[in-house]
């Protein structure tokens, strides 16, 4: 077998374990005698990994699980001017997001300050309406605030894709190809777009349609596929990350080897493997709308994103609950008045439950506040 990018043939002194979808956000699948050694460490380095930072704050919400263990913590700047770090399992709660946006070099920078969930979706679909341009999912990705921490919004890296991070994608698009018997020398417009730094991109982002079949609502999977099915004549790849970055890569305009489709999802939570399919005949003036951003408009990208987001706040909720009851019942434990290792009298049992009822009716309270 040749490797799928460079064409050199794999031999085993220069063999590499490829992990079709990065393991940095919880990708599972990997093979031998896809990639040779250099292609796969260079894109590791240069790709993969600034993919893993863009999505980064998922795979922590999400605690994705990975060989090499959990994520690392996702640094986030709040509005006070401080940081936070938000860690993998660890509680954090629900958000009302109030949005700013303000210019900056290359971009748009948006900060978010959030209650709940109702209020959160009134204002994206407010926001959706009044600003066609804005980066909904961006804002979505960074609505998560530790209310226990501060009371301010936090800010987060908007982007999604790019020079490095999208030659990431078309390789996972190129790589799963591979695994199903395709040269990489039939996937012309993916090699050129991995291996001239100046090439156009060679993918897209599609919120609608759904290539998805029969998606699980709200499921934060990760998905690679290929098609040359119904495609009039291209071989196209789709990838997929957390349930929401949609994204169709065209390998060939002019494909000519054997049909293919195939594709592999996975629950990255859980390291499942998920029974599903994807629907990619687009022909090919619908992959050029696709390139030119017409399917992934705001609204689309919010519909996309919301159901994934509602897991991640139900979640974080949970934590938040389970968090806050543990310390309940610490705390009335420690106040009781009983010493280590004796058994409690009905006295004590009566005192943990006065200190039970008065912390919670303190804690609702102050959820209430908020
Ligand atoms: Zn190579």
């Given at each position: 077998m040749n490797c799928a990018i460079c064409s050199t043939?794999?031999?085993?002194?220069?063999?590499?374990?490829?992990?079709?979808?990065?393991?940095?956000?919880?990708?599972?699948?990997?093979?031998?005698?896809?990639?040779?050694?250099?292609?796969?460490?260079?894109?590791g380095e240069k790709w993969d990994s600034?993919?893993?930072?863009?999505?980064?704050?998922f795979s922590v919400v999400f605690d994705v699980r990975r060989d090499r263990g959990p994520a690392p913590a996702e640094k986030v700047q709040t509005s006070s001017g401080g940081e936070l770090l938000i860690h993998p399992g660890k509680p954090m709660t629900a958000v009302r997001p109030v949005f700013k946006s303000s210019p900056v070099a290359g971009g748009i920078s948006y900060e978010i300050q959030a209650r709940s969930i109702d209020e959160a979706r009134v204002l994206l679909q407010q926001l959706a309406r009044k600003h066609p341009a804005l980066d909904v999912e961006a804002v979505?990705?960074?609505?998560?605030?530790?209310?226990?921490?501060?009371?301010?919004?936090?800010?987060?890296?908007?982007?999604f894709a790019g020079e490095l991070a999208g030659r990431s994608i078309v390789k996972s698009a190129?790589?799963?190809?591979?695994?199903?018997?395709?040269?990489?020398?039939?996937?012309p417009e993916a090699l050129e777009y991995l291996t001239n730094p100046t090439a156009e991109p060679c993918f897209g982002f599609i919120n609608e349609p759904d290539p998805v079949l029969n998606r699980p609502i709200g499921v934060?999977?990760?998905?690679?596929?290929?098609?040359?099915?119904?495609?009039?004549?291209?071989l196209l790849g789709y990838v997929e990350f957390f349930g929401w970055r949609?994204?169709?890569?065209?390998?060939?305009?002019?494909?000519?080897?054997?049909?293919?489709?195939?594709?592999?999802?996975?629950?990255?939570?859980t390291g499942e493997l998920l029974e599903l399919d994807v629907d990619l005949c687009f022909d090919h003036a619908m992959v050029a709308s696709i390139f030119d951003y017409k399917h992934c408009l705001p609204d689309q990208v919010t519909s996309s994103a919301a159901p994934v987001i509602e897991t991640m706040l139900e979640k974080l909720r949970k934590q938040e609950a389970d968090r806050a009851n543990a310390e309940m019942v610490e705390r009335a434990f420690r106040e009781c008045g009983a010493s280590e290792g004796e058994m409690l009298t009905e006295e004590h049992f009566r005192k943990i439950a006065a200190s039970m009822a008065a912390q919670f009716v303190e804690y609702q309270s102050k959820l209430s506040r908020r």
């Open positions: 043939e794999i031999v085993p002194s220069n063999d590499s374990e490829e992990h079709i979808i990065p393991a940095s956000v919880g990708g599972k699948l990997k093979k031998r005698g896809v990639l040779c050694r250099s292609c796969n460490s260079n894109a600034e993919l893993a930072r863009q999505l980064n704050f979505l990705a960074g609505a998560q605030v530790n209310n226990d921490l501060l009371d301010g919004y936090l800010h987060t890296s908007t982007d190129l790589c799963w190809a591979a695994l199903q018997g395709v040269s990489g020398t039939s996937c934060p999977l990760h998905c690679v596929a290929v098609s040359s099915l119904g495609t009039a004549g291209q949609r994204t169709v890569v065209q390998l060939a305009r002019a494909y000519s080897g054997p049909t293919v489709h195939a594709s592999h999802f996975i629950d990255p939570r």
